[in-house]
């Protein structure tokens, strides 16, 4: 599977001028940057400047992210392998961004990704999102089409990628005995299991944070790094493993919400039940 280091290192270039879109419903806001894929880096409480993710650079954010095989290409002194990341390249060389509706309920985006290493535009691939509000919970889901040539191998893939502010430390899930599983990754990758309950959070030490509800995976990759700098940060991803080949289409939906340990696990809950 992919190292995950390249997401969390210095780019290189400074950004374009950002365009930050938002949906607002009254209980929570979502925004996403149009100058950067139209990735989601806002998610907070409706009115509030406390926002919980990461959008460091353009590797960062909540977006797609694909892998295939070993390419030749190079991260900063790294091999790398074919990698359209929606957000852009390591340089901060953003993707660009082929289509964006914006209604009172929803925000649409169409992408075409850059390849994370080389930073090249990677046209056989277009990434699309749907993205809404209901009550305090920002539902999303994601397209990713893939016309290429290439048949790859199987890989992880994340479904999507998650960074958080660092200050979020403590990663919360639930084991296969219906337990609550706390623990403080470190770096590199960790592989965690999904258990009884398809959800998984990050949270301070107030127990309170961000939980994303992932009930298309059985897995998940994980880490934090702390170097007491900006680039401080606390990340997962779902994961399934497949590969790209010709005529791939693949969908898939999560849905994502603050609050407390307790909050968090009823409302997920209740989606579960409700399928």
Not at 35 to 55: E, P, Q, R, V, Y
Not at 214 to 228: I, S
Request: net charge positive; charged share 20%; aromatic share 10%.
């Amino acid at each position: 599977m992919r190292l995950l280091l390249a997401l969390c290192f210095l780019a290189t270039l400074a950004p374009a001028q950002e365009k930050w879109v938002y949906l607002d419903n009254g209980h929570v806001r979502l925004g996403i940057n149009l100058t950067a894929g139209a990735c989601i880096g806002w998610f907070s409480h409706s009115h509030s400047s406390d926002n919980l993710l990461n959008a460091y650079d353009v590797g960062r954010y909540v977006q797609q992210s694909y892998y295939g095989d070993p390419d030749g290409s190079d991260w900063n002194g790294k091999p790398w392998r074919y990698n359209p990341v929606q957000g852009g390249s390591w340089r901060n060389e953003p993707a660009q961004l082929l289509e964006s509706r914006e209604s009172k309920d929803e925000l649409y985006a169409k992408t075409t990704p850059r390849h994370w290493a080389t930073g090249k535009l990677l046209p056989e691939v277009t990434l699309e999102q749907w993205l809404r509000l209901e009550g305090g919970l920002a539902r999303l889901k994601f397209k990713m089409a893939y016309t290429g040539e290439k048949t790859h191998k199987p890989y992880h893939q994340e479904l999507p990628a998650l960074f958080v502010k660092p200050r979020l430390e403590t990663l919360v899930s639930v084991g296969k005995d219906g337990s609550l599983q706390r623990q403080q990754p470190g770096f590199p990758n960790e592989i965690i299991a999904i258990g009884a309950e398809p959800w998984i959070a990050w949270v301070n030490a107030r127990d309170s944070g961000l939980g994303l509800y992932l009930p298309h995976v059985k897995e998940a990759t994980t880490y934090r790094v702390r170097n007491g700098n900006a680039g401080d940060c606390s990340y997962l991803a779902p994961l399934q493993t497949f590969a790209l080949k010709p005529g791939l289409i693949f969908e898939y939906e999560v849905t994502l919400a603050i609050g407390t340990v307790e909050q968090l696990r009823s409302v997920f809950g209740k989606l579960g039940a409700s399928k």
